[in-house]
């Protein structure tokens, strides 16, 4: 299950999909999303190109979760789990060009609706 962390906890960033106790609540979710294709925020074009690294779920390892999830989620042996996700404090692309701070601060309405705003910044 080498991409299921890559794939999936992008793409679901309100459900974490860290520890089995997460899964089991999200499991039938997640078992949605995978099967309707939602499952990477940017999902390659695998019948066009590969890249190394793609976020995506092989068919193999799609039929391993739907299997899991409609046994029941059982819990493996958590000796054979293997070691949680570390992730450093740096960006994955490194230190930005420049850092432009906004004059008044702005809140996105948590309404699952899209925004379009526009900001003017002063660029120094």
Not at 15 to 22: F, G, L, M, Q, T
Not at 27 to 50: C, E, K, R, V
Request: proline fraction near 10%; glycine fraction near 6%.
């Amino acid at each position: 299950m080498r991409n299921v962390l890559s794939v999936i906890a992008p793409a679901n960033r309100d459900h974490s999909i860290y520890y089995y106790e997460d899964v089991i609540d999200n499991g039938f979710l997640m078992q949605l999303t995978i099967n309707i294709g939602n499952h990477a925020s940017w999902p390659p074009d695998t019948a066009y190109h590969h890249f190394l690294h793609e976020p995506f779920l092989t068919a193999d390892e799609i039929t391993k979760i739907n299997d899991w999830v409609d046994r029941g989620m059982p819990s493996g042996n958590p000796n054979n789990a293997p070691p949680g996700p570390v992730y450093a404090n740096e960006s994955f692309i490194g230190d930005p060009d420049t850092i432009l701070t906004m004059q008044q601060h702005f809140t996105v309405p948590g309404d699952d609706s899209d925004h379009c705003k526009i900001f003017v910044i002063p660029s120094g």
